[in-house]
DNA sequence: CAAAATAGATAGTATTACTATTATATTTGT
DNA sequence: ACAAATATAATAGTAATACTATCTATTTTG
């Protein structure tokens, strides 16, 4: 039934010591990790407290991860990762540009409600992680060094992707990358705000109307 | 000749334990925070060390503010203060409402490079904080009863100063604080894309790009 | 079955993010 | 001018964090 468990996301390996996915212990870092960041936010997560909501040891989950910095930039290059692969499937065989740029907004602005069963990991957990998270994972000192390590190419890949199909409908428009990392980042603040700070959004009741304010910008920007 | 040293921007009084414009060590901690976080960033700025830079001491620097991140609060509340402030400058005597609406975007996406001589804060160095550590004030599992604190409200009331505008401008628009807060954040990533990761901007040379970006889109959305 | 890799247990360190206490200046009200 | 109030400095201390190191037991693999 799972036509998908043959592939994997594959994450840069600078980002860990050794990959979560080679054993039982790995595995259960990622998911025991995603439940408690969910539930507790970065700041107040810690490995100690990992180690014991999995029944292991701190040291046991330094070997896998040199800080829990690391940690998150594997969380959110994963879910990044993730969401090129779905959005190379949304794409696949829509030959219309207009089409493909729709719906490419569409996998890059909807909130995730429902867990693909793609992995062991629960894609909806780690959706409200990434919103709320990620930018934390470039926004410090450290985004030079880590972008030499190529730590950002996921994300820059999704965002040429998606600029690309711009380029083809509006040759002449000259801020594709700046349109998409806005709407990418956007959104997840969006998010954000409906939940926590209505006031700066405008969705009082459909949570839809995230998705629809970015595809109109998107087409009324690009004509 | 500075007519504007009889006005202050008021924060709110619950971010702080003490204000630190009532006294010397105050402005100290102020002026050398605003320095010390630039440098280090925040996650790497300490009480200790900000001590050691003002020669005070822990102790005294936690009378005015009981936690680092509160510290930063204040900062980022100063400058939304101080934003607003600025918008209002701009905008006094201008009637035509697109006109206004043009000036209102560039306030808030121009990257500050002068100081304003405004008071004894440097906003060039504040305003690379803001752009790289404001949105960590949300971003966490504060937010919510700190937002009950009114935290947020001048934020808030920047996003509605700048949607009445496009309101009066065009009634029927639904999104009016979604594309203003977008622009806000977008702003601030778009500067710090520019500065650390290039790729995801289109703003090879000028740096003015991402203030007429942001023109651009906001006219193409309403109309 | 031996060698190698993996995980667990335990201990230890420097730093962080605070709190508390006391002593010494400095400011202010009369 | 002086007492009272306030502000600051100096010092000490604590629990938690973010690690590192080491040693042993277990599991995997060649």
Redesign the pocket.
């Known amino acids: 039934m799972n036509f998908q468990s043959n592939i994997s996301i594959l994450v840069n390996e600078q980002v860990y010591l ?1 990959s979560p996915e ?5 595995q259960k870092i990622i998911r025991g990790s995603i439940d408690l960041i969910d539930e507790l936010g970065f ?7 990992l180690a014991s909501s999995i ?6 989950i ?3 991860f ?5 940690l998150l930039v594997y969380l959110v290059l994963w879910y990044w990762g993730w969401l090129e692969y779905r959005m190379h499937l949304r794409l696949a065989n829509i030959e219309n540009p207009k089409e493909r740029l729709k719906r490419a907004v569409s996998v890059l602005t909807e909130k995730i409600t429902e867990d693909s069963n793609f992995s062991q990991i629960n894609e909806v957990k780690l959706n409200r992680i990434v919103i709320s998270e990620a930018s934390k994972i470039y926004l410090n000192k450290k985004v030079d060094s880590e972008n030499e390590l190529g730590f950002f190419l996921p994300y820059k890949r999704l965002v040429a992707l998606v600029s690309d199909i711009i380029t083809e409908i509006n040759p002449d428009f000259k801020y594709p990358h700046m349109l998409v990392s806005t709407v990418i980042e956007g959104a997840n603040h969006q998010h954000f705000f409906a939940e926590h700070l209505p006031r700066l959004t405008d969705c009082c009741d459909d949570e839809d109307a995230i998705s629809h304010f970015y595809q109109e910008l998107v087409l009324n920007e690009i004509k």
């Open positions: 050794k080679s054993s039982k212990l790995g700041e107040d997560f810690t490995f100690k407290k029944q292991s040891t701190e040291a046991s330094y070997r896998y040199e800080s829990k910095h690391h």
